[in-house]
């Protein structure tokens, strides 16, 4: 009995020292890992010690979790390093940094009110951190996202992704119907599982569109930049003829880092790729490379020292070396991590960052470069950005629409490309030419100027109308001219409403060869004082005025046959000179202004426009006392109406010409 008892514990113990000594191992094999940023397999090792530590060997399970929870951080892999963390937590692990690295995770998987809780536990250790209030402050944008999108669709692309990661896609050609992205899918060439995401190492993959524009099956660029190590996230100069892209090669005793290359285009075909410039230093990464539409700098991403923290933008001349590369600033860097620049083609720089504050994860950002050290950075909202990571957004030439890559709604944080596009704001412009007091002028045209730059002569149809896209928040003159006819000019202020909108403007010309009837001038009862009612009236005619400056004009007042003719003639005479008096007491040259009074001695010559409106009339009656008194009392108070008018004559054109 007692040999027995002596033999079980001798075995027990046995198994003890053997239990002991594995989890040692599995968290040590961890620990290399993990050093040289192979996450995906340090998170295999930690999981075995884990699962072979005893539930009362609470410190060192607390710690275990600890790290196997950063493995998984490391990769995206948000369920599984949310279970670790809180594995950690429950074993009292003593790092408070715990509590920020599970809310990041819970955050990025949606859990707001779970990473409200563990940012404020961790703030209660670290008052000051900037990422735990950054991601308060994300908690709070990602529940808003929801109610307020911006007009963006997002759609997951059916021919770029396959079961693994795809991101980063470029477009490769000026007309836009090539796309290089980076892939880690089962044809890329190398054959060992990448220790630090599990799956292979990314190569280069390439999709053409056919002749009808529809995708095809993206296939592996042969040769070139793709070897058996880590290739891909690239970019390309402003002709397409040079490809720069992110290389990662591996030593088994050496921490990863990666390094920039460039490619040269021959024909179809690219070249072995070469190392961009020497590594200033070998340790430290230089990855992610972006080119300025100018050509002129290289953008990427780096971990050196003299940033902000994290992975931070820097740039250098294109074509320079890596040495005293210059730091994009702190309204680009935070402490945080910024990857993934690229550009479109009016200069703005797009860019990822898990520093600013957004929705989880990395969100993008667009900065626009007010100089050469001041940048407008604004997030790019939902639903391009989600609580995942969302990064790498390339742009079809100068169209709000492309692509970019998130690992949302993909639980092991594995990345696919979406495409995106921003549904045009149709503003139109609708106008019409006419002859004032007249017919349609289709032979006129309309000049259409912007301080956009735009300058273009638009044409009109048959009924004398046009239409014209406008842009949104720009500020247009439009000067409508036609042979016989003086100019008119029309100013508008584009609103800057994403919502659709339709603008109406009326072009009236007016003869140079026959009276113009001048509506809405009124007087004071029997006297020649003009009433407030007439100032509207009178300075489109001030305007009208300015806009043609050659023009000289009668002005020539009228009225009806009631009445003695001397008196008449009077008061039609003083009436005309008080529109004068207007006129140039609002900035018209007198030399520019004769006042005529006509009294009853010219009656109105009906219009056919007049004609169309009264049907009693016909076009080119004269209303004379005659005509008028054959009519029946209404119609002939019309005609008087008619008569009792104030209207100008064109006499000169060359005004100020010689």
């Given amino acids: ?12 113990a046995s198994a003890i020292v053997l239990y002991g000594c ?7 094999k961890g620990d290399q890992s993990f050093a040289l940023g192979e996450y995906n397999q340090a998170a295999v090792h930690y999981k075995q010690a884990y699962s072979s530590l005893k539930s009362t060997d609470r410190e060192l399970r607390a710690e275990t979790a600890y790290k196997l929870g950063q493995s998984y951080y490391h990769i995206c892999y948000a369920p599984k390093a949310i279970a670790a963390f809180r594995n950690a937590i429950r074993y009292n692990c003593n790092d408070s940094t715990v509590f920020r690295y599970i809310a990041d995770m819970q955050l990025m998987d949606g859990k707001i009110k779970d990473a409200q809780d563990n940012y404020s536990k961790y703030l209660e250790y670290s008052p000051q951190d900037y990422l735990a209030r950054n ?7 990602q529940a808003e996202s929801k109610e307020n999108p911006t007009r963006f669709t997002v759609k997951k692309d059916a021919v770029f992704n396959g079961r693994f990661s795809d991101w980063s896609p470029v477009f490769s050609s000026d007309s836009y119907d090539q796309i290089i992205f980076t892939s880690a899918r089962k044809e890329c060439s190398g054959t060992d599982v990448n220790p630090i995401t599990g799956l292979k190492s990314c190569d280069l993959f390439q999709s053409t569109k056919d002749e ?5 099956k993206p296939v592996r660029i042969e040769g070139g930049p793709n070897s058996e190590f880590e290739d891909g996230v690239c970019a390309f100069d402003p002709d397409f003829s040079t490809m720069y892209y992110t290389y990662g090669a591996w030593d088994a005793t050496q921490p990863r880092s990666a390094q920039l290359m460039q490619s040269k285009r021959s024909n179809a075909a690219w070249s072995e790729g070469s190392p961009y410039s020497q590594n200033p230093d070998s340790t430290v990464n230089y990855a992610h490379p972006a080119v300025s539409p100018d050509g002129k700098w290289l953008y990427f991403v780096s971990d050196m020292e003299g940033g902000y923290g994290g992975q931070d933008i820097w740039r250098v001349p294109l074509d320079g070396s890596l040495v005293g590369a210059q730091n994009l600033g702190p309204q680009i860097n935070t402490p945080g991590n910024e990857m993934f620049p690229t550009f479109r083609l009016d200069g703005d720089l797009y860019f990822s960052s898990n520093g600013h504050p957004g929705f989880g994860g990395l969100d993008i950002f667009c900065a626009h470069s007010l100089n050469d050290s001041t940048w407008t950075v604004t997030n790019m909202g939902s639903p391009v950005n989600s609580q995942a990571d969302d990064f790498g957004m390339t742009f079809e030439g100068h169209r709000t629409r492309g692509f970019f890559s998130s690992n949302r709604g993909d639980a092991r944080g594995r990345d696919h490309i979406y495409s995106f596009e921003l549904p045009e704001t149709v503003h139109m412009l609708t106008g019409w030419v006419y002859e004032k007091d007249g017919y349609e002028l289709p032979n006129a045209t309309v000049y259409l100027v912007g301080n956009d730059g735009t300058n273009i002569k638009i044409g009109l149809k048959e009924d004398g109308s046009f239409s014209e896209r406008v842009t949104p928040g720009v500020s247009y003159v439009m000067l409508a001219t036609n042979r016989g006819f003086m100019n008119y000019k029309q100013e508008l202020q584009a609103d800057s409403t994403s919502q659709d909108r339709q603008y109406v403007l009326q072009f009236p010309l007016s003869s140079i060869s026959k009276p113009v009837l001048i509506d809405n001038i009124f007087y004071e009862f029997d006297r020649a004082s003009l009433t407030p009612e007439s100032s509207s009236a009178l300075d489109e005619l001030v305007q009208l005025l300015k806009d043609n400056p050659n023009v000289t004009i009668e002005l020539g007042a009228h009225c009806d046959y009631k009445g003695n003719d001397d008196y008449n003639l009077r008061l039609s005479q003083q009436r005309a000179e008080s529109v004068v008096s207007y006129l140039s007491s609002h900035g018209i040259e007198k030399a520019r202004l004769t006042a005529r009074g006509y009294g009853e001695t010219t009656p109105k010559t009906v219009s056919g426009k007049q004609a169309e409106q009264y049907p009693f009339l016909k076009e080119d009656t004269v209303l004379t006392e005659e005509f008028i008194l054959g009519l029946p009392d209404d119609q002939q108070e019309i005609c008087n109406q008619l008569n009792r008018r104030t209207e100008f004559r064109v006499l000169r054109t060359t005004y100020g010409l010689f």
């Fill in 212 to 216: 009808k524009g529809k995708w095809q």
């Fill in 135 to 141: 991601g308060l402050e994300s908690c709070r944008l």
């Fill in 22 to 28: 594995g989890a040692e191992v599995s968290i040590r």
């Fill in 1 to 12: 009995m007692g040999s027995n008892i002596r033999r079980y514990l001798a075995i027990l």
